[in-house]
Nanobody
Framework: QVQLAESGGGLVQPGGSLRLSCAAS????????MSWYRQAPGKERELVAS????????NYVDSVKGRFTLSRDNAKNTVYLQMNNLKSQDTAMYYC???????????WGEGTRVIVSS
């Protein structure tokens, strides 16, 4: 079955960096768009970034453009979110996601928590 396992979250000071990883299994990773979402306390889950199946195309929410970089390694079935110049507003639970375009089913990992605080 589809499994997504996030890692790399933690506590970081404003201006710092973290790299999140999402290890995928149970599906043909190289055929799927991968995304990162986040959900801050009391807020709705929002799409942070997406990457095409080949990695040639990425999209970011405006608030992270120029600070976050999404990449993937199809040989390792892993997607990475490099987060630089972190701000307190980036504090959230970060979730890895993929969608089966045939069934419309969304798959989620359990999330990794990012806290940006001094």
């Amino acid at each position: 079955q589809v499994q997504l396992a996030e890692s790399g979250g933690g506590l970081v000071q404003p201006g710092g960096s973290l790299r999140l990883s999402c290890a995928a299994s149970g599906f043909t990773f190289s055929s799927y768009i991968m995304s990162w979402y986040r959900q801050a306390p009391g807020k709705e889950r929002e799409l942070v970034a997406s990457i095409s199946n080949t990695g040639s195309s990425t999209n970011y929410v405006d608030s992270v453009k120029g600070r976050f970089t999404l990449s993937r390694d199809n040989a390792k079935n892993t997607v990475y979110l490099q987060m630089n110049n972190l701000k307190s507003q980036d504090t959230a639970m970060y979730y890895c996601n993929t969608r089966d375009l045939w069934s419309g089913i969304d798959y989620w990992g359990e999330g990794t928590r990012v806290i940006v605080s001094s």
